[in-house]
Protein backbone atom coordinates (compact mmCIF):
# COMPACT_ATOMS: atom_id res chain seq x y z
CA UNK A 1 0.00 0.00 0.00
CA UNK A 2 1.44 3.31 -1.11
CA UNK A 3 0.72 6.59 0.78
CA UNK A 4 0.62 9.93 -1.23
CA UNK A 5 0.74 13.12 0.44
CA UNK A 6 0.63 16.48 -1.54
CA UNK A 7 1.76 19.90 -0.25
CA UNK A 8 2.53 23.01 -1.06
CA UNK A 9 -0.57 24.52 -2.26
CA UNK A 10 -1.41 28.06 -1.50
CA UNK A 11 -2.79 31.55 -2.44
CA UNK A 12 -0.68 33.12 -5.03
CA UNK A 13 -1.54 36.09 -7.55
CA UNK A 14 -1.62 35.76 -11.23
CA UNK A 15 2.29 35.19 -12.53
CA UNK A 16 3.42 33.93 -9.76
CA UNK A 17 4.96 30.14 -8.71
CA UNK A 18 4.42 27.74 -6.52
CA UNK A 19 5.83 24.29 -6.47
CA UNK A 20 4.09 21.02 -5.30
CA UNK A 21 5.44 18.08 -3.49
CA UNK A 22 4.04 14.67 -3.48
CA UNK A 23 5.81 12.41 -0.85
CA UNK A 24 5.82 8.70 -0.63
CA UNK A 25 5.53 6.12 1.49
CA UNK A 26 4.75 2.24 2.19
CA UNK A 27 6.03 1.26 -1.43
CA UNK A 28 8.96 1.12 -3.96
CA UNK A 29 8.31 5.15 -5.49
CA UNK A 30 10.79 4.69 -7.85
CA UNK A 31 8.76 1.50 -9.54
CA UNK A 32 5.97 3.76 -9.99
CA UNK A 33 4.92 6.29 -12.97
CA UNK A 34 3.97 9.34 -10.96
CA UNK A 35 1.47 12.05 -12.69
CA UNK A 36 -0.33 15.28 -11.56
CA UNK A 37 -4.28 15.84 -11.72
CA UNK A 38 -6.16 18.77 -10.38
CA UNK A 39 -10.31 19.47 -10.23
CA UNK A 40 -11.45 22.84 -10.67
CA UNK A 41 -14.48 24.32 -8.31
CA UNK A 42 -17.20 22.51 -10.89
CA UNK A 43 -14.98 21.02 -13.23
CA UNK A 44 -14.59 17.21 -13.84
CA UNK A 45 -10.95 16.14 -12.71
CA UNK A 46 -8.23 16.53 -15.49
CA UNK A 47 -4.95 15.34 -16.51
CA UNK A 48 -1.61 17.36 -15.49
CA UNK A 49 1.65 15.89 -16.40
CA UNK A 50 3.17 12.48 -15.97
CA UNK A 51 6.42 11.57 -15.38
CA UNK A 52 7.84 7.75 -15.98
CA UNK A 53 9.80 5.81 -13.02
CA UNK A 54 13.47 6.80 -13.17
CA UNK A 55 12.23 10.34 -14.78
CA UNK A 56 12.95 9.94 -18.28
CA UNK A 57 9.96 11.19 -20.21
CA UNK A 58 7.59 13.55 -19.30
CA UNK A 59 3.84 14.49 -20.50
CA UNK A 60 2.17 17.81 -20.26
CA UNK A 61 -1.71 19.08 -21.08
CA UNK A 62 -1.33 21.68 -23.63
CA UNK A 63 -2.65 24.11 -20.89
CA UNK A 64 0.29 24.47 -18.90
CA UNK A 65 3.09 23.21 -21.59
CA UNK A 66 5.90 25.89 -20.94
CA UNK A 67 4.72 26.92 -17.74
CA UNK A 68 4.46 23.79 -15.40
CA UNK A 69 7.91 20.95 -14.85
CA UNK A 70 7.45 17.61 -13.17
CA UNK A 71 10.00 16.60 -11.82
CA UNK A 72 10.75 13.29 -9.16
CA UNK A 73 13.50 12.36 -6.72
CA UNK A 74 13.64 9.10 -6.53
CA UNK A 75 16.19 8.82 -3.35
CA UNK A 76 13.69 11.53 -1.77
CA UNK A 77 10.61 9.34 -2.47
CA UNK A 78 8.98 12.79 -3.38
CA UNK A 79 7.57 14.29 -6.54
CA UNK A 80 7.24 17.76 -8.16
CA UNK A 81 5.38 19.99 -9.91
CA UNK A 82 6.91 23.42 -10.16
CA UNK A 83 4.54 25.67 -11.78
CA UNK A 84 5.63 29.33 -12.88
CA UNK A 85 2.95 32.24 -14.68
CA UNK A 86 -0.18 30.76 -12.68
CA UNK A 87 -3.51 31.99 -14.34
CA UNK A 88 -6.65 32.19 -12.49
CA UNK A 89 -7.38 29.22 -14.47
CA UNK A 90 -5.14 27.05 -12.51
CA UNK A 91 -6.88 27.57 -9.54
CA UNK A 92 -8.22 23.91 -8.35
CA UNK A 93 -7.24 21.22 -6.08
CA UNK A 94 -3.84 18.78 -7.35
CA UNK A 95 -3.54 15.80 -6.61
CA UNK A 96 -0.56 12.99 -6.94
CA UNK A 97 -0.90 9.69 -8.30
CA UNK A 98 1.04 7.17 -8.74
CA UNK A 99 0.56 3.77 -11.12
CA UNK A 100 3.28 0.54 -11.32
CA UNK A 101 2.36 -0.55 -15.21
CA UNK A 102 0.07 1.61 -17.27
CA UNK A 103 -0.39 0.52 -21.28
CA UNK A 104 -1.11 3.71 -22.29
CA UNK A 105 1.25 7.40 -22.46
CA UNK A 106 0.08 9.85 -20.45
CA UNK A 107 -1.89 7.34 -17.70
CA UNK A 108 -5.41 8.00 -17.41
CA UNK A 109 -6.78 8.78 -14.19
CA UNK A 110 -8.48 5.46 -14.36
CA UNK A 111 -5.84 3.55 -14.61
CA UNK A 112 -3.73 5.03 -11.54
CA UNK A 113 -2.90 2.80 -8.62
CA UNK A 114 -2.74 5.18 -5.92
CA UNK A 115 -3.76 9.00 -4.74
CA UNK A 116 -3.40 11.57 -2.20
CA UNK A 117 -5.88 13.60 -0.70
CA UNK A 118 -5.09 16.85 -2.61
CA UNK A 119 -3.87 20.29 -1.99
CA UNK A 120 -5.29 23.47 -2.81
CA UNK A 121 -3.99 26.39 -5.08
CA UNK A 122 -5.62 29.38 -5.25
CA UNK A 123 -4.94 31.91 -7.81
CA UNK A 124 -5.94 35.57 -7.16
CA UNK A 125 -6.23 37.58 -10.00
Known amino acids: QVQLVESGGRLVQDGGSLRLSCAAS????????MAWFRQAPGKEREFVAAITSRGGRTYYVDSVKGRFTISRDNAKNTGYLQMNSLKPEDTAIYYC??????????????????WGKGTLVTISS
Open 97 to 114: AVVRNSSRWPPTSMAMDY
Open 26 to 33: GGTFSSFY
